[in-house]
């Protein structure tokens, strides 16, 4: 199994550019969510989502879209990227939400000019 | 509203020596309490997990945790540090709404 996968591992842009960070897991999990990680604030939910075609919002979903078609992908979209949203970005997934493990992709480093 | 308090944003301790990284939580249901560590440059991987089985949950590489309800606690220890446990550590609560609240993070230096 590969686990949780993300790509890129970097990426750089400009203000107001859009991108897409891509997520998949092969465990047939459920339960899909997406973090960003900032310094001294540990990880905070942006989306989730608990089965295909069923997503919902988290902590700080402002500027963020996410789509869940399939069980194994689950893409975060930035619409219209601000120096704000410089971070790092963690997929992670699980059997049952809340009450299991998470297994955590290696993280994507995005840089907003 | 559930939250998660990790006291000291960093801790340092020489190698052998006892490693207690504390958690404090908020939860109005009983909750699910997590500690994660994360290596540089890398994803989150479960240290331990409670889930209401036993109070004193034992976790990988040494790592044991004891859950306090009365003191709404979930205090992360080990009682010999290594170099290799230099990392960040993260505890978490699940709560109800299938989301997981991250505590700020603590992080672990070994000095030889």
């Known amino acids: 199994n590969a686990g949780v996968t993300q790509t890129p591992k970097f990426q750089v842009l400009k203000t107001g550019q859009s991108m897409t960070l891509q997520c998949a897991q092969d465990?047939?999990?459920?339960?899909m969510s997406w973090y960003r990680q900032d310094p001294g604030m540990g990880l905070r939910l942006i989306h989730y989502?608990?089965?295909?075609?069923?997503?919902d919002q988290g902590e700080v979903p402002n500027g963020y879209n996410v789509s869940r078609s399939t069980t194994e992908d689950f893409p975060l979209r930035l619409l219209s990227a601000a120096p704000s949203q410089t971070s790092v970005y963690f997929c992670a997934s699980s059997y049952s939400g809340y009450t299991d493990t998470q297994y955590f992709g290696p993280g994507t480093r995005l840089t907003v000019l | 509203a559930q939250s998660v308090t990790q006291l000291g944003s960093h801790v340092s301790v020489s190698e052998g020596a006892l490693v207690l990284l504390r958690c404090n939580y908020s939860s109005s249901v009983p909750p699910y309490l997590f500690w994660y560590v994360q290596y540089p440059n890398q994803g989150l991987q479960l240290l331990l997990k409670y889930t209401s089985a036993a109070t004193l949950v034992k976790g990988i590489n040494g790592f044991e945790a004891e859950f306090k309800k009365s003191e709404t606690s979930f205090h992360l220890t080990k009682p010999s540090a290594h170099m290799s446990d230099a990392a960040e550590y993260f505890c978490?609560?699940?709560?109800?709404?299938?989301?997981?609240?991250f505590g700020a993070g603590t992080r672990l230096f070994v000095k030889a």
């Open positions: 978490a609560v699940g709560t109800g709404g299938f989301k997981t609240i």
């Open positions: 989502s608990v089965g295909a075609g069923i997503t």
């Open positions: 465990m047939n999990h459920e339960y």
